[in-house]
Each structure stands twice: as C-alpha cells, then as structure tokens.
C-alpha cells in the first residue's frame, strides 16, 4: 500500500496570504488528522476529520480550518498567515476510529515571510 | 490543558551505551504511544501501552507503563547509530486521534 502522501513539500508564502494544504491517506483508512510541528512548540493537534466530520479539534485560532472529502483525502487551510504559522504540517491517517495507530505523511514546510 | 514533559532533551551517547527517555503526564491516561522521527523525517509509530504497569519489548527497545498511568519509559539497550533520532511520547487521554505529544528527547549515538 502506498503511504501517506502531502502536497505541496515545500511552500513560501507572504504574510496575510492564505494557503492549503492536502493530504491523501493510505486506501482505506477514513480518519486524517492534522498536526503542526514546530521547533518551539513541537507537535499539536490541529484537528481530526472522519468519514468527512470534523471529530476533534485542537487549540488554534479559527484561522486554522479543514475539510474532508468523499474520498477521505483532506485540506487544511490557514487564512492570513503569520509570520508564527511557519512550521511544518504533518497530516496522519488511520483505518478508523477505533485503530490508534497513525501512519504521518512526510509533511508539507510552510515558509511564511 | 494537558502536558507531557519528556526527559532529557538530548542525549549525545557512545555506540552499544544504554539510553533512557522519559515521559510524564500531568493527567492519567488511557494509553501512551511511542514515535521515532528521523531527522528530516516524520514520526513513525512505534508501540501503543494500554495497562497500568505494562512492559513491552521490541528486539532492544522496552517500553515501559507506570502503574499510576502518568508516566512511562522507553529504554534503548545497547544503541546503534540507527537509533539516532527524537523519540516522542503521545498521551491519550481517551481520545485516539487527539493526542498529546511529548516535548521529544533527541538521541545523537556516535561511533
């Protein structure tokens, strides 16, 4: 099975742009959650979607927002980016809501400037 | 909110010496998992711990539970330079997919 894959790897942006990220879980699995690692703050939960509902969701501003589709592939999308939001964003699928393992994409590396 | 501290940091240790990270919780758990980032990678599940006191072990990897499900402990025996890496520990606390993660320890294991 293929795994976890991102798009874009790598992205520059300008503050107060916006951007999406995406995500495509390995087949099968319905559940994507998305994190942001940073150097200084190091891995947080950003939010969890299942079979296209947003399950969970961590402590961010309203400027952090998701989606899931049909196919249980996902985007994240920041609005007016901060200078702070630079970091890297890792998404992580499961089978479903009762598998704990997660298996993490190899992330996309937000630049802002 | 929830935090989990790992200790150390960082370890800088010489091939085939033991190493052990810490992770503590400020709350009791529902289970605590274990990740492995290589550098410039992203994290790798590892092992997931679910009762008080469990004890499990990976070829030279043993993970350890505390019986107060607060705490848990990973120990490496023997390292090798493939156990270079930032270990983290994620505390569920009864939700799987919002985990808590650890601050990390970043193991450098030199020749």
């Known amino acids: 099975k293929a795994g976890v894959t991102q798009t874009p790897r790598y992205l520059i942006k300008t503050r107060g742009q916006q951007v999406t990220l995406s995500c495509s879980p390995i087949s099968g699995h319905r559940s994507v959650s998305w994190y942001q690692q940073t150097p200084g703050q190091g891995l947080q939960f950003l939010f969890e979607y299942f079979s296209e509902t947003q399950r969970n969701k961590g402590n961010f501003p309203g400027r952090f927002s998701g989606r899931q589709f049909s196919n249980s592939r996902s985007e994240m999308n920041v609005s007016t980016l901060e200078l702070g939001d630079s970091a890297l964003y890792l998404c992580?699928?499961?089978?479903?809501?009762?598998?704990?393992?997660?298996?993490f994409g190899p992330g996309t590396r937000l630049t802002v400037t | 909110g929830q935090q989990v501290m790992q200790i150390p940091q960082y370890q800088h240790v010489q091939e085939g010496e033991d190493f052990t990270t810490y992770c503590n919780s400020s709350?009791?758990?529902?289970?605590i998992q274990w990740y492995k980032q290589r550098p410039g990678g992203h994290p790798v599940f590892l092992i997931q711990l679910v009762k008080s006191g469990e004890v499990k072990k990976q070829k030279r990897l043993t993970f350890q539970f505390g019986e107060a499900k607060k705490n848990s402990s990973l120990h490496i025996t023997a390292t090798q330079t493939t156990d270079v890496g930032t270990y983290f520990c994620?505390?569920?606390?009864?939700?799987?997919?919002?985990?808590?993660f650890g601050t990390g320890t970043r193991l450098q294991v030199t020749l």
């Open positions: 992580a699928s499961r089978a479903g809501q009762s598998s704990y393992e997660q298996y």
């Open positions: 709350t009791t758990l529902s289970n």
């Open positions: 994620a505390a569920d606390t009864g939700t799987a997919s919002k985990l808590t």
